[in-house]
């Protein structure tokens, strides 16, 4: 099969697209013609090796933990799909090698969920880590209820914009910080946009004199350290971008995949009550490209990289 892997640690040229070797389908897995597949900053991370203290690489590497597709072959242990069911994923394992940029992937059935019936498949593909880190971190760290104020930083970025939405249907209060160029969708989403840099703070506390009840950090350095500030006496703080939380008295949290919890987002998907902005779409060839523009850090929403069926040919991989 066709995909995109990468032999060394390094920047995006060392991205190649070409013949990978097919997967093999595991007795709780199930095959997935990959539709679609979303980028995100921990791909880039990983390329360059900044996650190599906590998985290991088997070389090569084909990246990418997002996934929209259909199923076409059962591990034989599977009854929880069907071949043709269409599917989300959050495809993580606990080393690097076999990801989801490529013509399929096997998934384990842990990893999941029902694609939303009302979003495209790059929509859809674009959902399962952010929704997931977003949903796992309002819920079950940061435990946020209804009435309170919560602080989401880059709030029009892929999780911040996903945390914007679920934290208002949690009846939350939301202030969210971006860029003055985003200030429009990020009231489109619910939030009370405010801008970065020097006097974030005094912005901040402008809307909320006695500070917020909950801050969810998503940059880190800086930023966490007001954060930190910024929150009210029995309030709680969460980054998934700086371990010196801990520091703070906050948590450090990395999403997990979760099948009942991405079913939930999948749900809420349909409900209208979550979105997915896709900014732009890469064809897989170009994923090299798409990484390129997710490490300059600007994106309102996903990026998101496709394989198109019809030019690349219908052939199936082997289920072993």
């Known amino acids: 099969m066709k995909g995109i892997s990468y032999s060394r640690y390094g920047g995006p040229e060392v991205l190649a697209y070409g013949d990978v070797r097919d997967p093999k389908v595991g007795v709780d897995a199930v095959l997935v013609k990959v539709?679609?597949?979303?980028?995100?900053?921990?791909?880039w991370h990983a390329r360059e090796g900044h996650l190599d203290r906590i998985l290991d690489p088997v070389f090569p590497v084909v990246p990418g933990w997002d996934v929209s597709g259909v199923v076409v072959g059962l591990g034989v242990s599977v009854t929880e799909f069907a071949v043709g069911d269409e599917v989300i994923g959050y495809v993580r394992e606990d080393f690097l090698s076999r990801g989801t940029f490529a013509e399929y992937v096997a998934a384990p059935v842990r990893t999941l969920a029902r694609?939303?019936?009302?979003?495209?498949?790059?929509?859809?593909?674009?959902?399962?880590?952010?929704?997931?880190?977003?949903?796992?971190?309002?819920?079950?760290?940061?435990?946020?209820?209804?009435?309170?104020?919560?602080?989401?930083?880059?709030?029009a970025g892929g999780v911040g914009s996903v945390a914007v939405q679920l934290a208002r249907h949690l009846g939350a209060r939301v202030i969210g910080t971006a860029s003055k160029g985003n200030h429009d969708f990020v009231r489109g989403l619910g939030g009370?946009?405010?801008?970065?840099?020097?006097?974030?703070?005094?912005?901040?506390?402008?809307?909320?004199?006695?500070?917020?009840?909950?801050?969810?950090?998503?940059?880190?350095?800086?930023?966490?350290?007001?954060?930190?500030?910024?929150?009210?006496?029995?309030?709680?703080?969460?980054?998934?971008?700086?371990?010196?939380v801990v520091?703070?008295?906050?948590?450090?949290?990395w999403v997990r995949p979760d099948a009942e919890d991405l079913r939930r987002l999948s749900e809420l998907a349909e409900q209208g009550v979550v979105s997915v902005h896709v900014s732009r779409t890469f064809p897989l060839e170009q994923a090299a490209?798409?990484?390129?523009?997710?490490?300059?850090?600007?994106?309102?929403?996903?990026?998101?990289?496709?394989?198109?069926?019809?030019?690349?040919g219908e052939g199936e991989a082997q289920v072993g």
């Open 115 to 155: 694609k939303p019936r009302n979003l495209t498949f790059e929509e859809a593909a674009g959902l399962p880590l952010v929704g997931l880190t977003a949903y796992q971190v309002l819920v079950k760290a940061l435990q946020v209820r209804r009435g309170e104020t919560v602080l989401v930083h880059a709030a």
């Open 289 to 312: 490209q798409a990484q390129r523009l997710s490490q300059e850090g600007r994106t309102r929403g996903k990026i998101v990289v496709t394989v198109d069926w019809e030019a690349e």
């Open 247 to 253: 520091g703070y008295g906050g948590r450090y949290y």
């Open 192 to 244: 009370e946009p405010v801008e970065y840099g020097e006097g974030l703070a005094e912005r901040v506390r402008g809307l909320a004199p006695e500070g917020v009840d909950a801050a969810f950090d998503t940059i880190g350095g800086e930023t966490l350290a007001v954060s930190a500030n910024l929150v009210a006496p029995e309030g709680r703080l969460v980054s998934i971008a700086d371990g010196e």
């Open 35 to 43: 539709r679609a597949a979303a980028v995100n900053p921990v791909d």
